[in-house]
């Protein structure tokens, strides 16, 4: 059995022990405090690790214009294919799938395979790219869901500008950025993770050593499976991973990768799972139509939890695929054969919808009486 293979078993058996510990760690408040370490203590410290230990370069600073690329492309190519899944526009559900599907959640669904399988330089290079997608689900997102809360809610007073000002601090107070603005400012001075005292260093490190066991754990305890509108949500996942793989296969193809690692990080990490910040606007949104008795309703937030409960296990076994796979995925024509795969995957439930549509039409057509 292949090393890759060895290793891949090892982290799915996390998840399954995670799966285990779901009666025991089976209230909200137990998930949320492991969603706090993992996201306050333990990636931070991975990421400020991982930053340490490399060289920055002004070159990689193009890595978060393309992630920020890559969301506006996604959403772009949800407003036209989501309706041929029968999805009408300005709907609750086009609207909270606009919200979800072109978001990214790294730290929760590719953080932990990249440093497993590549090691800290890739690492890096993923934190900065999410540097892109925290611009996007922290800040566009709460735009477009503000749009389209006062359009749905016409005689609602438009007055949000300091809920804009409020997530941009909230975005450099999160301890992720912070950690990663703490590295680069250190690293300016040449400080590495070896110049630091022997104390914080191992401190950090042990933080550092938690992440892969309790992401794996949080996996298998807060995947829930709703079987109500399932097949169009696993559906619309194939498609988002299959559109993806376009995109990476194009990716690269066209940009001068430097090694190995940056090919596979550039296949993973458009992959990783729909974030929650989305879902935490279309939350706020809820709560201010129940504040001010709305009577429009701008999102559907079961569908929303659904999706990120699909999403996040969904996503996890697609990059341990491409993990699993050795080097198939270093070749744009296999990274462009899988993205087709899933998108004719995806295609079946509108094919089998255009099939009943126009059965439908046909008994119609011979029920009608003759002139």
């Excluded at 022990?17 to 089976?26: A, D, E, P, T, Y």
């Excluded at 370490?37 to 393309?66: C, E």
């Amino acid at each position: 059995m292949s090393i890759a293979i060895q290793k891949t078993l090892s982290l799915l058996l996390l998840i399954v022990i995670g799966f285990l510990l779901k009666s025991k760690l089976n209230k909200e408040e137990h998930k949320k405090g492991l969603k706090i370490i993992i996201l306050n203590i333990a990636l931070p410290a991975i990421i400020f690790v991982a930053l340490l230990k490399i060289q920055i370069q002004p070159d990689l600073l193009f890595l978060p214009i393309l992630a920020l690329v890559f969301n506006l492309l996604m959403l772009l190519v949800g407003k036209y294919v989501l309706p041929l899944y029968g999805i009408e526009n300005d709907t609750p559900t086009m609207r909270t799938l606009l919200m979800l599907l072109p978001s990214l959640a790294p730290g929760l669904s590719c953080f932990p395979f990249l440093v497993e399988y590549l090691g800290d330089e890739a690492l890096a290079w993923g934190a900065l790219a999410d540097i892109g997608n925290k611009v996007f689900v922290l800040i566009l997102t709460y735009l477009l869901a503000m749009q389209w809360y006062y359009r749905a809610n016409s005689s609602v007073n438009h007055s949000g500008n300091q809920k804009v000002k409020g997530l941009l601090l909230s975005m450099l107070n999160e301890p992720i950025n912070m950690v990663m603005i703490l590295a680069i400012v250190l690293l300016g001075f040449g400080i590495t993770i070896d110049s630091l005292p022997l104390f914080l260093s191992d401190a950090v490190l042990q933080m550092k050593a938690m992440m892969t066991p309790l992401i794996l754990i949080f996996i298998g305890v807060a995947a829930v499976l709703k079987w109500d509108q399932l097949k169009m949500i696993v559906a619309l996942l194939a498609f988002r991973s299959g559109i993806t793989f376009i995109i990476s296969g194009l990716l690269v193809t066209f940009l001068p990768l430097p090694n190995e690692a940056a090919i596979l990080l550039a296949v993973v990490f458009p992959q990783s799972a729909c974030s929650f910040w989305p879902f935490a606007h279309m939350s706020a949104v809820s709560a201010m139509e129940k504040k001010e008795l709305a009577g429009g309703e701008t999102f559907d937030l079961t569908l929303g939890l659904n999706i990120l409960a699909v999403s996040l296990p969904f996503s996890t076994l697609v990059i341990l695929g491409v993990f699993s796979s050795g080097s198939y995925f270093l070749s744009p024509y296999h990274i462009f054969l899988c993205g087709l795969s899933l998108m004719l995957l995806a295609a079946v439930p509108v094919v089998i919808q255009l099939i009943k549509k126009s059965s439908v039409r046909y008994e119609l057509s011979e029920e009608e009486p003759a002139e």
